[in-house]
C-alpha cells in the first residue's frame, strides 16, 4: 500500500512537473515554478468548486443514510474523520508557515510573510485526497478500479496550481497529507471517532431510522 500512494505522490509531481513551464523552480526543494494562469473549462476554479463540495456533500450524505453499522457506512464516516483531521492539521500548517499565494506573488521563496498569507499545503488537495483514501483501502482488494478515485485529488492539486491558488509543492504536500490522515484513520479503529459521539438515529442511519 505504502508503494502505492508513493507511486501516487510520484505521478502527481511528474503531472505538475508537465504542466509547469520549462525553467528552473524554486520554493520547496525546487519544485515551484511559476507557471501561465489558467482559469478556463476543466480548470477553472468553478469547476474546482463543484468538484469539492461535490465531494463533501456526497461523501457526508451518505454516511448519514448509511450509519454506522454496514461497512460502507463505517468507511464513509472514517472518510469525515480524516477530513476533518487534515483540515485542522492544514490550516494549522498554513497559520505556522504563513507562505504566500501565486496570486500574491511570483516568488515561490516568501514564507512566514504573517496574516492573509495561507499557500502552504493545499487545504484542498488535503481535504480530497483525506476523502478518498479511507474509501480505497477499505476497497482495494474487491474492487481494484476503486484506485481511480485518487484521479479526484490530483486533478483538483494540479487545477489549484493552474488557477494560481498554490504552488507545486502546496498541493503536494496536501495531498501527502490528506492520504496519511485518511490511512490513519482508516486503520486506527473500527468505530468511526465523530460517529461515536453521534446520536443513535445517526450510528444506525437515516435509512433504518425514518
Known amino acids: 500500500m505504502n508503494l502505492r500512494y508513493a507511486g501516487l505522490i510520484g505521478a502527481l509531481c511528474a503531472a505538475l512537473l508537465a504542466t509547469a513551464p520549462a525553467q528552473a523552480g524554486g520554493g520547496l526543494l525546487g519544485l515551484d515554478t511559476y507557471g501561465t494562469l489558467d482559469d478556463r473549462g476543466i480548470w477553472s476554479r468553478k469547476n474546482q468548486n463543484i468538484l ?4 463533501l456533500a456526497t461523501t457526508g450524505g451518505a454516511a448519514l443514510w448509511e450509519g454506522g453499522e454496514s461497512r460502507l457506512g463505517r468507511t464513509l464516516w472514517k472518510s469525515v474523520d480524516a477530513t476533518m483531521i487534515g483540515t485542522a492539521a492544514a490550516y494549522t500548517l498554513k497559520f505556522a508557515f504563513s507562505r504566500a499565494r501565486p496570486n500574491q506573488t511570483t516568488n515561490p521563496d516568501l514564507w512566514f510573510q504573517g496574516s492573509g498569507n495561507n499557500s502552504f499545503p493545499s487545504g484542498e488537495a488535503t481535504i480530497t485526497s483525506a476523502l478518498v483514501t479511507p474509501i480505497v483501502l477499505e476497497y482495494r482488494h474487491d474492487y481494484p478500479a476503486v484506485y481511480a478515485l485518487e484521479l479526484l485529488p490530483i486533478y483538483d492539486s494540479i ?10 509543492s502546496d498541493v503536494i504536500a496536501g495531498f501527502a497529507l490528506g ?32
Not at 52 to 55: A, N, Q, S
Not at 160 to 166: D, E, I, Q, T
Not at 180 to 198: C, D, K, N, Q, W
Open 52 to 55: 469539492l463540495f461535490g465531494m
Open 179 to 210: 492520504t496519511a490522515s485518511g490511512y490513519f484513520m482508516e486503520r486506527r479503529t473500527h468505530t468511526p471517532i465523530v460517529l461515536s459521539v453521534m446520536p443513535h438515529g445517526i450510528y444506525v442511519g437515516l435509512s433504518k431510522s425514518l
Open 159 to 168: 487545477a489549484r496550481v493552474k488557477v494560481h491558488g498554490h504552488w507545486p
